[in-house]
């Protein structure tokens, strides 16, 4: 495995646990900070990850917009509190998110400009 694939594996694996934290910590811990914290930190490192090995990030960009645009509208459905759960666990998967999002949109815009 050379270097470049082990970030990548890094950066998925680093995903994967962010993702688990989120609907563990979503259910059960709601609205924890030291959660949000450490998934934003998993964000930035993710974030960097990729967008320094990536060559194509209008896909991530599509669906880093797509995931933090829904992350409270679960709220209405009241049957067990699900809604509440589910906008939990996208609150938190948002804080993992967001970081990631805000990096790739960086780096596109600073290749927008270098091609000009």
């Keep these: 495995m050379n270097m470049k694939q082990m970030w990548k594996w890094l950066s998925f694996l680093l995903f ?3 993702m688990v934290f989120a609907v563990v910590g979503g259910i059960w811990w709601p609205d924890t900070a030291w959660i949000a914290m450490m ?3 998993f ?3 993710v974030g960097f990850i990729y967008a320094f090995s990536a060559r194509e ?3 991530l960009l599509l669906a880093s917009i797509a995931l933090l ?3 409270r509208t679960f709220a209405p ?3 067990w509190d699900l809604g509440i759960k589910i906008d939990n666990i996208m609150a ?3 804080a993992m998110v967001a970081p ?3 990096i790739s949109a960086v780096k596109a815009l600073v290749m927008l400009g270098i091609e000009k």
Excluded: S
Aim: charged letters at 0%.
């Design 39 to 41: 998934l934003a930190i």
């Design 100 to 102: 990631i999002a805000i």
């Design 77 to 79: 459905i009241t049957f």
């Design 92 to 94: 938190y998967f948002a």
């Design 43 to 45: 964000g930035v490192i």
């Design 57 to 59: 990030i209008n896909m």
């Design 16 to 18: 994967i646990v962010g």
């Design 69 to 71: 645009v829904m992350t």
